[in-house]
C-alpha cells in the first residue's frame, strides 16, 4: 500500500508564496519521477512541474519563474514553492509519483490539496 500525502494548502493573497508538500509512505522499493497537477474549477487537470530522481525539472509554460519544483529522496517527500501567486492560480493541486514495488511501477495521486488565492 502506497500513499501520498499532501500538505501546505490554504488561503493566500495574491502576490504571496506558498510551499506545498508530498510525502510518500507505504511500500516502496524506488521513486521515479515526481510531480505536481492542479485543476481549477470547471477546468481539466493539468501538469504544472515534475521532477526527476536526478533531480531535472519540466515546467509548465504558465508557471515557469513563479515556481520551483524540489525533493528530498531520503524522506521521499517532493515540494512546490509558489510565488508571486495569482487568483488563477486558484486550484485543487496533486501530487503525483511514480513509484516501483514489488516489481511493479505504478503511478499514485494524493488527494488533493486546496490552494485558494485572494484578489
Known amino acids: 500500500q502506497v500513499q501520498l500525502v499532501e500538505s501546505g494548502g490554504g488561503l493566500v493573497q495574491a502576490g504571496g508564496a506558498r510551499r506545498l508538500s508530498c510525502a510518500a509512505s507505504?511500500?516502496?522499493?524506488?521513486?521515479?519521477?515526481m510531480g505536481w497537477y492542479r485543476q481549477a474549477p470547471g477546468k481539466q487537470r493539468e501538469l504544472v512541474a515534475v521532477?526527476?530522481?536526478?533531480?531535472?525539472?519540466n515546467y509548465a509554460d504558465s508557471v515557469k519563474g513563479r515556481i520551483t519544483i524540489s525533493r528530498d529522496n531520503a524522506k521521499n517527500t517532493v515540494y512546490l514553492q509558489m510565488n508571486s501567486l495569482k487568483p488563477e492560480n486558484t486550484a485543487v493541486y496533486y501530487c503525483?509519483?511514480?513509484?516501483?514495488?514489488?516489481?511493479?511501477?505504478?503511478?499514485?495521486w494524493g488527494q488533493g490539496t486546496q490552494v485558494t488565492v485572494s484578489s
Open positions: 503525483n509519483a511514480d513509484i516501483t514495488n514489488w516489481g511493479t511501477r505504478l503511478r499514485y
Open positions: 507505504g511500500s516502496i522499493f524506488s521513486i521515479n519521477a
Open positions: 521532477i526527476t530522481t536526478d533531480g531535472s525539472t
